[in-house]
């Protein structure tokens, strides 16, 4: 029987690595999509493709899903974040986030979905944030993820009919790298408003993006899944 295949972008460490790992422990082949590898655990797993590329070449992912081919599963899961005040934001820098964190999941999106309405299924997941459903200090950051939220919403109406699924999740703060950009001041706050007084772990929320990637019902599609332990109760 042949296995299912899923490509992550930024698969190769924190909250990407860990659904690398979640897919793998659930029988799927894994393409991994990233900027380097240095020091990626599953580098010689017979299971995972490691495929170097800097998403912010948002022309050059036609050719890199052609590459590719036909998968089971998308999981757009690369950011950038900067943590930058609104009247200091270096325009490439503002640039990079919209590449980044907006424009290339449309990209792959679009592209891996021509090969999905061919099978008359498959599965999309974009890891979103919290900072796209409340107001953020980093609003480039916000408006990135409030616009992914917002598309998985329209993607959901346009692909829904062709067999295929696509949601989304919003966590707040994760023990992630990303986490070092936030001021110490700003995670203290927000530490505050949580439930258990501690930031996601990243396999919490890879546990999430698997269930939507594999197991979730059919019905579940065009949603936003809230990962935020009473911070933004809804």
């Not at 599963?73 to 640039?95: E, H, R, S, T, W």
């Not at 609003?139 to 696509?166: D, E, H, Q, V």
């Not at 930031?199 to 999430?208: L, M």
């Amino acid at each position: 029987m042949t296995k299912k295949s899923a490509l992550i972008t930024g698969g190769n460490k924190g909250i990407g690595l860990e659904v690398t790992r979640y897919l793998l422990e659930n029988d799927f082949c894994v393409i991994v999509v990233a900027r380097d590898f240095k020091g990626f655990e599953f580098s010689r797993n017979s299971d995972v493709t490691t495929i170097v590329y800097n998403l912010e070449n948002t022309e050059g992912i036609p050719s890199l899903v052609k590459s590719i081919g036909s998968v089971d599963v998308l999981v757009n899961n690369a950011g950038v974040m900067y943590a930058l005040p609104f009247d200091n934001y270096p325009q490439q820098k503002i640039d990079k986030m919209l590449r980044v964190n907006l424009e290339s999941p449309i990209a792959l999106i679009r592209e891996v979905s021509r090969y999905m309405i061919r099978n008359q299924r498959g599965r999309i997941v974009n890891n979103a944030s919290i900072a796209g459903q409340i107001g953020h200090p980093d609003i480039w950051y916000g408006m990135t993820k409030s616009a992914l939220i917002n598309a998985t919403k329209s993607f959901s109406k346009i692909l829904g009919p062709k067999g295929i699924l696509i949601n989304s999740i919003a966590p707040s703060p994760v023990e992630t790298d990303m986490l070092s950009v936030i001021p110490k001041d700003r995670r203290n706050a927000f530490k505050d408003t949580v439930i258990t007084n501690r930031f996601a772990y990243p396999k919490e929320v890879a546990k999430a993006i698997g269930w939507l990637a594999t197991d979730s019902p059919d019905y579940i599609n065009g949603t936003c899944l809230d990962i935020n332990n009473g911070s933004f109760p809804r």
